[in-house]
Antibody, heavy 119, light 107 residues
Framework: EVQLVESGGGLIQPGGSLRLSCVASGFTVSSSTYMTWVRQAPGKGLEWVSVVYSGGSTYYADSVRGRFTISRDNSKNTLYLQMNSMRAEDTAVYYC????????????WGQGTLVTVSS | EIVLTQSPDFQSVTPKEKVTITCRASQSIGSSLHWYQQKPDQSPKLLIKYASQSFSGVPSRFSGSGSGTDFTLTINSLEAEDAATYYCHQSSSYPITFGQGTRLEIK
């Protein structure tokens, strides 16, 4: 079964850092053309955050560029999102997913991990 | 940035009705438009990819059409389990964007 499981969410103070992890099973992260992070603020819609290509190229939403870093560890079949200088507006459920790049749909999605930025 | 505008924002419908949700892009995106269903407290699920291609395992009552700037998701003979929020998503250019969502309530 193709599956993604996120972890690492929690409560963090403004200005703090957090790293999210996403373990893939049933497929290999390294062979996927794109792996992506999408977030959803409480009661709001979906917002694309970042994508990493199989070749290593990365793209970011303007709202997180310079603060967030997407990466993957092929040996662990895991996708990461390093989040620094966090703000209240980063509060959201963060989903990892396969796809999410140019000319690509998104499937499957993980179950999501909640990140709350608050003092 | 390509803005996707869905209509309506909310619709209350009865079972067996036919539902149409539209998604308009602020510039042409060809067929790089995908549709998702998200039920409460669940992650989104892919329904339709590339405007009109049904995704594996999705009931045949869901269909999509359109190209360029105007797209439609149609649900024929609505069922109670279709209560959810539906999102369109463009993958034509960065930043990737989603529509604001259309919430369907089943009467």
């Amino acid at each position: 079964e193709v599956q993604l499981v996120e972890s690492g969410g929690g409560l963090i103070q403004p200005g703090g850092s957090l790293r999210l992890s996403c373990v893939a099973s049933g497929f290999t992260v390294s062979s996927s053309t794109y792996m992506t992070w999408v977030r959803q603020a409480p009661g709001k819609g979906l917002e694309w955050v970042s994508v990493v290509y199989s070749g290593g190229s990365t793209y970011y939403a303007d709202s997180v560029r310079g603060r967030f870093t997407i990466s993957r560890d092929n040996s662990k079949n895991t996708l990461y999102l390093q989040m620094n200088s966090m703000r209240a507006e980063d509060t959201a459920v963060y989903y990892c997913a396969r796809g999410g790049g140019i000319a690509a749909s998104v499937d499957p999605w993980g179950q999501g991990t909640l990140v709350t930025v608050s003092s | 940035e390509i803005v996707l505008t869905q209509s309506p924002d909310f619709q209350s419908v009865t079972p067996k009705e036919k539902v149409t949700i539209t998604c308009r892009a602020s510039q042409s995106i060809g067929s790089s438009l995908h549709w998702y269903q998200q039920k409460p407290d669940q992650s989104p699920k892919l329904l339709i990819k590339y405007a009109s291609q049904s995704f594996s395992g999705v009931p045949s009552r869901f269909s999509g059409s359109g190209s360029g700037t105007d797209f439609t998701l149609t649900i024929n003979s609505l069922e109670a389990e279709d209560a959810a929020t539906y999102y369109c998503h463009q993958s034509s250019s960065y930043p990737i964007t989603f529509g604001q969502g259309t919430r369907l309530e089943i009467k």
